[in-house]
């Protein structure tokens, strides 16, 4: 599939839907390749903002080449991911929310905080560090729309305090 916008050609064919964390890193390089290929960067990475103060003719300008980036997002993600971004208005903003929901290196991505969660130990700090650790994941698996339920956070404080320093 080819999204032809005025002057802007972008290629999607080829380029695999995102479905979540698993194809994020190849989603993610072959949508942003082929965006600054286009001329795309500066709005893919929120560098060129709406010019508010600019001419009609630059802000229609600005908002089709948004709307494009927008375009070749949404048509490249599944309709489950679409429900990430179903409130954002630019495609910066778009990017930095799956870049956030589904980004493995970030430490605010949902797999990142999964693996971060499961991989809690007791540690030398003690008991009580291990559960604060615990209970700031789970804020922010929260604020990133993914919650965990308490009990389940108290579940895995429990596990992590069976071992040799318990007497389990």
Known sequence: TTIEVTNYLVQTKGIEKLTGPENYAI?????RVNLI?????????GTLLFPSSGTDEEK???E???SACQSVILSTITNDVKRNVATTSTA??????????????SEWSLPGLTNEYWEVQ???????????RLQTIAV?????????PPEHVVARALHCLKGDAYGT
């Not at 989603?27 to 949508?31: G, M, P, S, Y």
């Not at 290929?37 to 990475?45: D, Q, R, Y």
């Not at 922010?140 to 965990?148: F, T, V, Y």
């Open 27 to 31: 989603w993610a390089k072959d949508v």
């Open 37 to 45: 290929s286009a001329g795309f960067k500066t709005l893919l990475e």
């Open 60 to 62: 229609e300008e600005w």
């Open 64 to 66: 089709m080449k948004d």
């Open 92 to 105: 910066a903003d778009m990017w930095n929310v799956l870049k956030n929901a589904y980004g493995i290196t």
């Open 122 to 132: 007791i540690t030398d700090k003690g008991a009580l560090d291990t559960i604060k």
């Open 140 to 148: 922010k698996m929260a604020e990133i729309g993914s919650p965990i």
